[in-house]
DNA sequence: GATGAAATTTTTATGCC
DNA sequence: GGCATAAAAATTTCATC
């Protein structure tokens, strides 16, 4: 799982690459001490390796219109196969995340909505999925926190 | 909370972004058929909105050395502000997002940590916040979908 | 095996229409 | 918003440790 370990050079870099994913390689470099075309060698490493998967933008969600958030937690009748569940919850736009977890519930799927309504709606939808038996809604209040980012774990 | 609606040219550059946020104004705009200075300009002008909080990496948990995560519910003694929750649960590097919620659960913090041991030892630092009165731990078995950018919303 | 300096190509950033 | 241009950055080449 981890076919060579990150040096503390590749380390700093995507620290710098998570604060700021268009920061230049010349930026980067100043940052961590090394060239541009150095940094660049790394950063196109680390993409063929798989540590970094691409990039990405950060929005307001308020600014595109979603203005609720909840959990969903689901219950599924009999056993159905994580795949079926993925296949499902996939198609939805209103899905974040979806997780299969132990404990009583099988499924925790976090989703976000414009409002009230549309989110009733999404969780109607979710009870009709035909492996659905029940579902448990749990409304965020305030999002404390949202680091959505992986960073290089601390040290043991 | 909407200055400004979206037009669907800026919906279109930003789902551009989202998927590769390195993509040049030039690739951007031969999707979206805008000239590269038109994008730019419209980029700059979604970023001064604050509706683009920045660019970041998209990188591999388990490559950085996360092989666990799990959703934490902690119950509060008395009455905690937010402030107070979020100022405690920001310093963990192992959280990835906090969210007070409706329900007899007071917050719930999405944790990342490199086995079970490590998990462990995150949840006993937060069962030892003065805060907290309880924690019930639910661990991720599958992560079936990760989409923590937020895209913009679906018409109604 | 990885780095830095220099050269080249591409992109970004601006002014103008 | 497009076009043209100057400035900056990315990318390649090449020599070095």
């Not at 503390?8 to 001490?33: K, M, N």
């Not at 079926?84 to 736009?93: F, S």
């Not at 009583?104 to 009870?127: I, W």
């Amino acid at each position: 799982m981890d076919p060579e370990r990150l040096d503390p050079l590749d380390q700093a870099i995507l620290r710098v690459l998570a604060d700021d994913a268009r920061a230049t390689f010349a930026q980067v470099g100043e940052a961590v001490s090394l060239s541009a075309p150095a940094v660049k060698r790394r950063v196109d490493r680390l993409r063929e390796r798989g540590v970094i998967r691409g990039f990405t933008v950060r929005l307001d969600p308020a600014a595109l219109g979603w203005h609720t958030e909840a959990f969903v937690e689901i219950f599924c009748q009999g056993s159905t196969s994580p795949a079926t569940m993925r296949a499902a919850v996939e198609r939805y736009a209103e899905v974040v995340s979806a997780s299969t977890v132990t404990g009583d519930v099988d499924l925790v799927v976090q989703v976000r909505a414009r409002d009230m309504r549309h989110l009733e709606e999404v969780v109607e939808r979710l009870a009709a999925e035909p492996f659905v038996a029940r579902t448990r809604s749990t409304i965020v209040l305030s999002a404390l926190v949202r680091r959505p980012e992986a960073l290089p774990a601390p040290d043991a």
